[in-house]
């Protein structure tokens, strides 16, 4: 694997002539390979993937299939308006998908179309003799799984990529433990263990930064200077996003014990039941450096 950055066309695909899956590592056939894009199409906004570079590789069938399931409802929720601020930018083709794509989406969550899975918490008890009942409502939720499991996927077409040994077609394989911190919303990113990341990672090797789809899709890629572990950031539609590290399980373990614990206020317990809350914690554009661009691609 190259240690230097090579920087590429921004509005040329990236087409893998590779006869293994990225995702399952199985050896593909004319009867089970597919057409891959990385980055979905149809998980952006419709038309933002025009003229702008795409990563493109052949999948086998199971893992294409799987993937583009993992991107229907996630493309819808993470393109849906925040109750309070609405949506992330002023864009006509985020309005339009995000209408179409919450209409005709399923959450996996709740089984009903995106449009309709707003969640809703009650909290009902006394109060000075009198029957009180509080609900909270929040925007359609994503499945945490499901969340973790397709920002997997995409980095493992990242990786892939990045270690086809020179004028080969197959990359390789991450070995140890990937371990994920928990996805946020962009409310909440400048919290603790964010903010952590980003201080932690600052100076590690870069070996991706990838921005594409108008910047409604951005990916990091990091190696530590010493040690066997990377760290990786996932940004979707300026909505989501997912960072954490993979590699050797016992410098993970090490890492682990350093990461901040997110404080919670019990507002709510009664018998079995009990509700938490945390402040969300935003973050300035002037603090945010998650995907800034490396020295090398500054100036």
């Known amino acids: 694997m190259s240690t230097r950055m090579r920087q590429l066309e921004p509005n040329q695909a990236i087409r893998l002539r590779?006869?293994?899956?990225?995702?399952?590592?199985?050896?593909?056939?004319?009867?089970?390979?597919?057409?891959?894009?990385?980055?979905?199409?149809?998980?952006?906004?419709?038309?933002?993937?025009?003229?702008?570079?795409?990563?493109?590789?052949?999948?086998?069938?199971?893992?294409n299939n799987?993937?583009?399931?993992?991107?229907?409802?996630?493309?819808?929720?993470?393109?849906?308006?925040?109750?309070?601020?609405?949506?992330?930018?002023?864009?006509?083709?985020?309005?339009?998908?995000?209408?179409?794509?919450?209409?005709?989406?399923?959450?996996?969550?709740?089984?009903?179309?995106?449009?309709?899975?707003?969640?809703?918490?009650?909290?009902?008890?006394d109060l000075f003799g009198a029957q009180l009942k509080v609900t909270y409502v929040s925007a359609p939720q994503a499945d945490h799984d499901r969340v973790l499991e397709l920002a997997r996927l995409q980095l493992m077409a990242f990786y892939y990529f990045i270690t086809i040994p020179e004028n080969g077609e197959?990359?390789?394989?991450?070995?140890?433990?990937?371990?994920?911190?928990?996805?946020?919303?962009?409310?909440?990113?400048?919290?603790?263990?964010?903010?952590?990341?980003?201080?932690?990672?600052?100076?590690?090797?870069?070996?991706?930064?990838?921005?594409?789809?108008?910047?409604?899709?951005?990916?990091?890629?990091k190696k530590h200077p010493l040690e066997q572990i990377w760290s990786f950031a996932i940004e979707w539609n300026d909505s989501f996003r997912i960072v954490g590290f993979f590699g050797d399980e016992s410098c993970l373990s090490a890492l682990r014990e350093r990461i901040p614990v997110l404080a919670m206020d019990t507002i709510y317990q009664r018998d079995n039941e009990r509700i938490r809350q945390r402040i969300e914690v935003p973050i300035s554009s002037a603090d945010d450096i998650l995907f800034d661009p490396p020295p090398s691609l500054e100036g």
């Open 18 to 63: 590779n006869t293994t899956c990225p995702y399952c590592g199985v050896a593909l056939t004319s009867e089970n390979r597919t057409k891959e894009h990385v980055i979905g199409r149809r998980f952006v906004p419709k038309g933002t993937l025009d003229g702008n570079w795409n990563l493109i590789v052949w999948a086998c069938k199971a893992c």
């Open 66 to 125: 799987h993937k583009a399931d993992l991107e229907d409802d996630l493309s819808a929720i993470s393109m849906h308006s925040d109750l309070v601020s609405g949506h992330s930018r002023d864009d006509p083709r985020l309005y339009t998908d995000s209408e179409r794509k919450s209409a005709g989406s399923f959450s996996r969550k709740t089984g009903k179309p995106v449009s309709e899975s707003r969640e809703e918490h009650s909290i009902s008890g």
């Open 170 to 221: 197959n990359g390789g394989y991450w070995i140890g433990r990937f371990m994920p911190l928990e996805p946020v919303r962009a409310p909440d990113w400048g919290n603790e263990r964010q903010l952590f990341f980003m201080q932690e990672t600052n100076d590690w090797d870069w070996r991706v930064h990838a921005i594409t789809a108008d910047g409604y899709f951005k990916l990091t890629l």
